[in-house]
């Protein structure tokens, strides 16, 4: 699975090295430097052409909108995948709370009914079954 | 007693569902400790100013989505004529368009990037070159920072002969 992202992380590492060399060269242009710098705008066709290739390996893997986001914020996106973790924790919290709530009052029902409608809470056991204590 | 029971599902919201997911790792890398805050201490290597938002420079991703660009399927090499059209003329750049490939300042960090810098431009490193360099997950150092070091070393040998890191910091100097 890292092995695929290993070549494009390798492929895009050496395309951004490449630009950022491209830039030196561009920063202070020398005639003798033409050369070196038509073979820079080589390289870059070439390291597209490479990130390219590496689609085909990483076509099922699917990134949420909401990360690009964070990186166009200049945020780390790693405090995306945080926040969804600590959402989806403090959700199951809150849900399993309103699931235990509505346990005990259920079980509490059942009980000041039993005593007030003793005949007709033994019918509803009867049809629905013992519920196990919450 | 004319509604039916709702359907029972194994998964409710009352399992935890971190633990049902086998994300307990994830979960302690991430909310275990602090996360850095910017973009730059998850790209350490990346040269420009990354941390700036997107919007300043009309280089988000947001606008690539929605507008991508049209270009063609296939990536040609540039013909000799074409690469006439990139002849420039001499000189150095204006001083807002120099910023490009300066580098934030880097922090120490745990997992340093593998390849190599320089300062000046070399030609495209070979793969065996590159896989070397990986293997030895040093970046090269400024004549300046090289400078300052030495005279550190100098120093701790005044006062510490019998310093034990002199010897192996030497060594890793060496090492490229």
């Given amino acids: ?134 | 007693l004319s509604r039916r029971r709702p359907g029972t599902t194994e998964l409710t919201g009352s399992t935890n569902l971190i633990t049902h997911y086998n994300l307990e790792h994830a979960y302690n890398k991430f909310c275990g400790k602090k996360v850095k805050e910017k973009l730059s201490n998850f790209l350490p290597d990346l040269p420009g100013m990354i941390d700036l938002p997107g919007s300043h420079d009309s280089s988000s991703l947001r606008s690539l989505i929605e507008k991508p660009p049209i270009c063609g399927s296939s990536f040609t090499p540039l013909t000799g004529a074409m690469l006439t059209g990139f002849r420039l003329h001499a000189g150095p750049l204006p001083e807002q368009c120099r910023l490009m490939h300066i580098q934030p300042p880097k922090k120490k960090n745990k997992h340093k990037h593998k390849q190599s810098r320089t300062q000046d431009p070399v030609p495209p490193e070979t793969p065996s070159d590159s896989d070397h360099k990986k293997k030895k997950k040093k970046k090269e150092e400024d004549p300046e920072r090289k400078r300052k070091k030495k005279e550190k070393k100098k120093k701790k040998n005044r006062h510490s002969p019998e310093h034990p890191g002199v010897g192996s910091s030497q060594a890793s100097s060496s090492l490229r």
């Fill in chain 1, 1 to 134: 699975m890292t092995e695929k992202f290993d070549s494009l992380e390798e492929h895009l590492e050496k395309f951004v090295e490449n630009i950022r060399q491209l830039g030196i060269i561009v920063s202070d242009f020398q005639p003798s430097s033409q050369t070196g710098l038509n073979q820079k705008l080589n390289f870059m066709v070439t390291g597209l052409q490479d990130i390219d290739k590496c689609r085909q390996q990483l076509h099922d893997i699917s990134v949420p909108l909401e990360v690009f986001e964070y990186i166009d914020q200049g945020r780390n996106p790693q405090l995306y995948t945080k926040e969804c973790l600590e959402r989806a924790l403090a959700k199951n919290e809150q849900v399993k709370g309103k699931i235990d709530t509505m346990k005990k009052f259920k079980s509490l029902l059942i009980q000041e009914l039993t005593k007030v409608f003793p005949e007709d809470m033994a019918k509803y056991k009867a049809i629905r079954g013992e519920d196990p204590p919450p």
